[in-house]
């Protein structure tokens, strides 16, 4: 039986756990009443996808801000990055976006950020997970209760102005490309229809962007869940199609043919696009794959390697003034310029711009990238028994260079094998690649049968 413990997680980006059963109303206002005390007051900017939790989810934390003297700016549905960006706009002391990402309908998740509008780093994390163990928050007093404002058009415009600083929005405009996209009905329904069709200019073929409607699919926009969005591009001969998750922050593309591109090859698209245009190095995690160090090489810049996770792959790429980064595994663009977050809306304009730009198609520019077999899979785990499965999986699958500072990432010159728990689940990541499918098929089936 899966202990309590396994259900509500409290990690890189947040927390996050089941609604009802361990995530509640309760324990989410006060934690944000910890997080208010922390940040000290003042502004904080609020947030959240479409799940039916999430506007439960949302009041329970305005109270807790409110009540430990913070002034509420309620920005509703939107996606993750625009409410990063916002944050770091207009000043605000932190932001709080109610969504738990790609995981499935039933959980709900609270995303902390800085006033940056970054997700906090490690000792910001700590000392907010400190000050909420012992219950140390802040009462304001009547007199000292703030109110809460709303705003929805002013963050989307911020988000916006960023992203189109960076692309040749003309000569997108020019090209009218007919381009299909999955909005999975969550927090960038409304506003991916505004990016693509009245900013950019291109017919847009879109499903899925009711956000008062349920996921009609798995909420992680993995190649094998966007069947509909294949046929949708191939029906209508569409340049590009495009898939989010929940709250904005991951891409997934299905090329003019109709095929998924592997969400690492998406980054991959993004690096190559950048660094051909721009002086700087790139960091990734763990996961990521070798295509990026191929693509690096060829444009003589360095790649540095961190544990997954969004808030791991920012901390080291401000630290090395990294020109792009990301997370492969997940679709995950960062881009600095705009801002240090995953963002699907850089990564579709980079995507369209390039194509502007080359006249390549999307299939032409894929086959371009290094080719490498992935396979990726989880299996849920007995709690306490991780360490022993990580230590056997280095005896049995003996590999010359051992990485250890994400569960374990065993490497040999032809592929790797990357074996960690999930920051989010109760499960065992395990994801493989090859310079061939039978090598790749071989290392997963054994890492599979270990785990």
């Not at 000290?40 to 900017?45: D, L, M, Q, S, T």
């Not at 219950?135 to 058009?153: K, M, P, T, W």
């Not at 009905?185 to 349920?214: Q, T, W, Y």
């Not at 950048?274 to 763990?286: A, I, T």
């Amino acid at each position: 039986m899966r202990t309590r413990e396994h259900r509500l997680k409290i990690g890189v980006s947040g927390i996050r756990g089941v609604v009802g059963e361990f995530l509640t109303p309760a324990l989410a206002g006060n934690f944000a009443q910890a997080f208010g005390t922390y940040v000290g007051g003042g502004r904080v900017v609020v947030g959240r996808d479409t799940r039916p939790s999430g506007e439960m989810i949302q009041h329970a934390v305005c109270c807790g801000l409110l009540a430990a003297g913070c002034e509420v700016v309620d920005v509703g549905v939107l996606p993750t990055p625009t409410i990063q960006v916002y944050v770091d706009a207009i000043g605000a002391r932190g932001g709080i976006a109610v969504t738990a990402s790609h995981n499935p309908p039933e959980y709900n998740a609270l995303k902390l950020f800085n006033r940056d509008g970054l997700f906090f780093n490690h000792y910001e994390r700590s000392e907010l997970i400190d000050l909420y163990h012992q219950s140390e928050f802040r009462h304001a007093l009547n007199a000292e209760i703030r109110g809460i404002s709303r705003q929805v058009e002013e963050p989307v415009r911020f988000h916006f102005e960023r992203v189109l600083r960076h692309v040749d929005v003309e000569r997108i405009r020019r090209r009218r490309f007919r381009v299909a996209l999955d909005g999975v009905n969550g927090a960038g329904s409304v506003v991916s229809v505004r990016f693509l069709r009245d900013v950019l200019g291109c017919e847009l073929h879109a499903i899925s962007v009711d956000p008062a409607k349920p996921f009609p699919r798995e909420a992680e926009p993995r190649p094998e869940v966007l069947g509909e969005l294949a046929g949708i591009v191939r029906d209508r001969q569409c340049d590009v199609g495009f898939a989010q998750d929940p709250d904005g922050d991951r891409l997934a593309i299905v090329d003019n043919t109709g095929r998924a591109i592997d969400n690492d090859d998406v980054l991959a698209l993004a690096v190559d696009a950048v660094l051909s245009r721009l002086p700087g190095d790139v960091v990734v995690n763990l996961t990521t794959s070798a295509a990026i160090d191929d693509l690096a090489a060829r444009h003589g810049r360095r790649v540095f390697h961190t544990p997954v996770g969004e808030a791991n792959v920012v901390q080291r790429m401000r630290a090395v003034e990294a020109v792009i980064g990301g997370e492969g595994s997940n679709g995950g663009i960062i881009f600095p310029r705009v801002h240090y977050c995953r963002d699907s809306y850089t990564g579709m304009a980079f995507l369209l711009d390039r194509m502007a730009e080359t006249g390549q198609t999307t299939a032409e520019l894929a086959a371009a990238l290094p080719q490498y077999y992935r396979h990726s899979g989880k299996v849920a785990f007995e709690h306490g028994r991780l360490g022993q499965v990580m230590q056997q999986l280095e005896r049995s699958m003996a590999a010359p260079v051992v990485d250890r500072a994400d569960g374990v990432k065993l490497i040999w010159p032809d592929g790797w094998v990357h074996v960690r728990a999930s920051n989010t689940e109760p499960l065992v990541r395990i994801a493989v690649e090859a310079r061939t499918r039978q090598r790749a098929d071989s290392l997963f089936a054994t890492a599979r049968k270990l785990v």
